[in-house]
């Protein structure tokens, strides 16, 4: 079974640094890219990070370039996304996804870990 | 970045009548090599992840229910919910993946 399971969201103040992690099981990590997507109330959903299956590519949307670094650890069966910089606007559930191998749809989803940016 | 608008923003249909979810692209996401639209919806319940209905425009998801379909080409697209369900209830969003990725804004479907 596919399971996703994210972590390390908080509370963190304007500014500040936050390291999610996503758990993969049920599937080989290296044969999918992967995305962080997030919910937000005003903005709905958004893919904020894609990665290729060897981490050799990377695209971020425009409002969290410079500040988030998406990666993985194929061989820990792991993504990651390294959030610097933090604004109010991040506020938001972040969401593990895995690419489906015929396009970019998502076909499995983590249950999410918030985030809350706020001093 | 194409832009995904969907129509309406909300929708209340009775139980078991039609409902219908309309998405439009600003370009066409319509790729000439493969022939297909790199559009998806999707279901999203309060507490709950987004679900995979539909992709490539019209092919349903594995264990995903006939009453729903989806529709189109090019830059308008449908998903259709024939005979609406209390468990249909939800947020149901598209997805281009033609050019990176972006999603409408959503579309909040609830029982008249």
């Known amino acids: 079974e596919v399971q996703l399971v994210e972590s390390g969201g908080r509370l963190v103040q304007p500014g500040g640094s936050l390291r999610l992690s996503c758990a993969a099981s049920?599937?080989?990590?290296?044969?999918?890219?992967m995305s962080w997507v997030r919910q937000t109330p005003g903005k709905g959903l958004e893919r904020v990070a894609h990665?290729?299956?060897?981490?050799?590519?990377?695209f971020y949307v425009d409002s969290v370039k410079g500040r988030f670094t998406i990666s993985r650890d194929n061989a820990k069966n792991s993504l990651y996304l390294q959030m610097n910089s933090l604004r109010v606007e991040d506020t938001a559930l972040y969401y593990c996804?895995?690419?489906?191998?015929?396009?970019?749809?998502?076909?499995?989803w983590g249950q999410g870990t918030l985030v809350t940016v706020s001093s | 970045d194409i832009v995904m608008t969907q129509s309406p923003d909300s929708l209340a249909v009775s139980l078991g009548e039609r409902a219908t979810i309309n998405c439009k692209s600003s370009?066409?996401?319509?790729?000439?090599?493969?022939?297909?639209?790199?559009l998806a919806w999707y279901q999203h319940k309060p507490g709950q992840p987004p679900k995979l209905l539909i992709y490539?425009?019209?092919t349903r998801e594995s264990g995903v229910p006939d009453r729903f379909s989806g529709s189109g080409s090019g830059t308008d697209f449908t998903l259709t919910i024939s005979s609406l369900q209390a468990a249909d209830v939800a947020v149901y969003y598209c997805?281009?993946?033609?050019?990176?990725?972006?999603f409408g804004q959503g579309t909040k479907v609830e029982i008249k």
């Open positions: 996804a895995r690419d489906a191998d015929r396009g970019g749809d998502l076909d499995f």
């Open positions: 049920g599937f080989t990590l290296s044969n999918y890219w």
């Open positions: 990665i290729k299956k060897d981490g050799s590519e990377k």
């Open positions: 370009q066409s996401v319509l790729s000439s090599v493969n022939n297909e639209n790199f």
């Open positions: 490539w425009a019209s």
């Open positions: 997805q281009q993946y033609y050019s990176t990725s972006t």
